[in-house]
């Protein structure tokens, strides 16, 4: 296993195993609104202090974009943090989130962990050496086309200018698909394609660090991952898409009618 992977995995069960001991203390936990429905609380700041502090002791030099801190320092190596993804789940108790960590150098997503404390499952994957669920490797569906797929999403909520352009998508999918569902962490949500539970997944708006370790994670199970015109912009625009070859396509394809001119730049 590569030394910057074990390092990554070291550091989100640190951060998990702190944020599992936290779900007895939710309603003592001191929470702030960043926007509208966007929380944040002391755990996701402690969670990630205590990444960061790992991530720098082995690799002092090594930049960090992080949710709740921002960007610090500069170097062709940066880590991509989200210390809790799926906070709304977490202060309602609703067992569904993870920590996500991603290495990119130079811009290319070079390793990647998502791990779930609740059930102690932990996704990851270094550039082309495959994709893990607990040392096993992991492989995306073969399913075809949407028809009688299990597809993944999440509401627009940070972007509500693009509801109605969103539940066009979503009547189109859904009038094809066995289900949808909206579990409330993209990070999960990607790495269950990564793993097969969900043969794909869509979404607008989301930030870098919800979508950088599940983009490798999927990339190395075989699925691929774009922006809603099938480019490689994703980190970029916040629009993600992603499922295995045939079925990849299939959903662009019926994205396409939906599209403003927004979600096409």
């Not at 500069?74 to 880590?79: F, K």
Request: net charge negative; aromatic share 10%; glycine share 8%.
């Amino acid at each position: 296993m590569q030394p910057m992977l074990n390092i990554a995995i070291r550091a989100a069960r640190a951060a998990g195993d702190y944020i599992s001991r936290q779900v007895n203390n939710i309603p003592n936990l001191q929470v702030e609104t960043k926007s509208t429905n966007d929380f944040v609380s002391q755990v996701d700041r402690q969670a990630e202090a205590r990444i960061i502090e790992i991530l720098l002791k082995a690799y002092p030099d090594h930049s960090i974009l992080a949710e709740e801190s921002g960007t610090q320092g500069e170097s062709e190596y940066q880590w991509i943090i989200d210390p809790l993804d799926g906070t709304t789940n977490f202060l309602h108790g609703f067992p569904h989130f993870a920590v996500s960590i991603a290495l990119t150098r130079k811009g290319r997503l070079e390793q990647a962990v998502i791990y779930d404390p609740m059930k102690q499952e932990l996704f990851a994957a270094s550039r082309g050496e495959g994709a893990t669920l607990n040392n096993r490797r992991i492989r995306v569906t073969s399913q075809k086309t949407t028809q009688s797929a299990l597809l993944g999403t999440g509401f627009p909520f940070r972007a509500k200018q693009h509801f109605p352009a969103y539940l066009g998508m979503f009547n189109d999918f859904f009038q094809s698909a066995a289900d949808v569902r909206r579990a409330g962490s993209a990070a999960l949500d990607l790495a269950y394609v990564a793993a097969g539970r969900l043969d794909g997944f869509w979404e607008i708006g989301l930030a870098p660090w919800d979508m950088a370790a599940g983009a490798l994670i999927i990339r190395e199970a075989g699925g691929l991952v774009g922006d809603f015109a099938g480019n490689d912009t994703y980190l970029q625009t916040g629009n993600i898409v992603t499922a295995n070859p045939k079925l990849f396509a299939d959903m662009l394809r019926r994205l396409q009618p939906h599209l403003t001119r927004d979600l096409q730049d």
